[in-house]
């Protein structure tokens, strides 16, 4: 099984720096997501992470560290339109389908 | 934005009553998924499909059942609908397997159990 775990809530203000980390116990690592979720709408992906270090897309990056089961989400340059939950999701080997385990999400409140 | 659509988008029900929700996709996209999320809990799998008539259980299966009988549906139906299943059901579609293409999500059904 896998045991993901992000805050349940963050505040910051708005054109700061965020971090939302994620950490995860799985037995067979096979990808890292993250998505958005604006309340009453659907996820939508943000980032994916395979292997070790950071990936960089535009205000969003994903970091990775695999060995230690660790993975953040770093939002830069804060708007108000960034308000939403961020939801940390982790793909295992062992499943036959593209089956992502989801933590419980990290909702985000920006202020100005 | 991915092509999928579920229906219905609310629904209101009494226990005991069955239950069908449906997903569309035009993608032709090979693996489909229902999850249901509630408070607390985030987004929890119950039902996916690998290909026509494959399917298979996920994490809170029990009191569910689907069926695919074709590439582009998807059905999730709830036998007999007791209060505990109230919740935003989400349909996702994925095109691989083991690359990093992402699970695209449908619109969600909220559904009230009464």
């Known amino acids: 099984g896998q045991n993901i775990d992000q805050p349940t809530e963050m505040t910051a203000t708005e054109g700061a720096i965020v971090q939302i980390n994620c950490t995860y116990q799985t037995s067979g690592f096979n990808g890292l997501f993250w998505y958005q979720q604006h309340a009453g709408e659907a996820p939508t992906f943000l980032s994916y992470?395979?292997?070790?270090g950071l990936e960089e897309k535009g205000r969003f990056s994903s970091f990775l560290s695999r060995s230690k089961g660790y993975s953040y989400l770093l939002l830069k340059e804060l708007q108000m339109k960034d308000s939403a939950s961020y939801l940390c999701a982790v793909r295992d080997r062992n499943n036959a389908g593209n089956m992502l385990t989801f933590g419980g999400g990290t909702r985000l409140m920006v202020k100005p | 934005d991915a092509g999928i659509t579920q229906s219905p988008r609310h629904k209101v029900t009494e226990t005991g009553t069955p239950v069908t929700l449906r997903c569309h996709q035009t993608e032709n996209h090979r693996y489909m998924y229902w999850y249901r999320q509630d408070p607390g809990h985030g987004l929890r799998l119950i039902h996916y499909?690998?290909?026509?008539?494959?399917?298979d259980k996920g994490e809170v299966s029990d009191g569910y059942s689907v069926s695919r009988s074709k590439t582009e549906d998807f059905l999730l139906t709830l036998e007999s609908a007791t209060s505990s299943q109230t919740s935003v059901y989400f349909c996702a579609i994925s095109e691989d397997k083991d690359t990093g293409r992402e699970q695209y999500f449908g619109p969600g059904t909220r559904l009230t159990v009464t």
């Open positions: 992470n395979v292997l070790d």
């Open positions: 499909s690998y290909g026509v008539k494959d399917t």
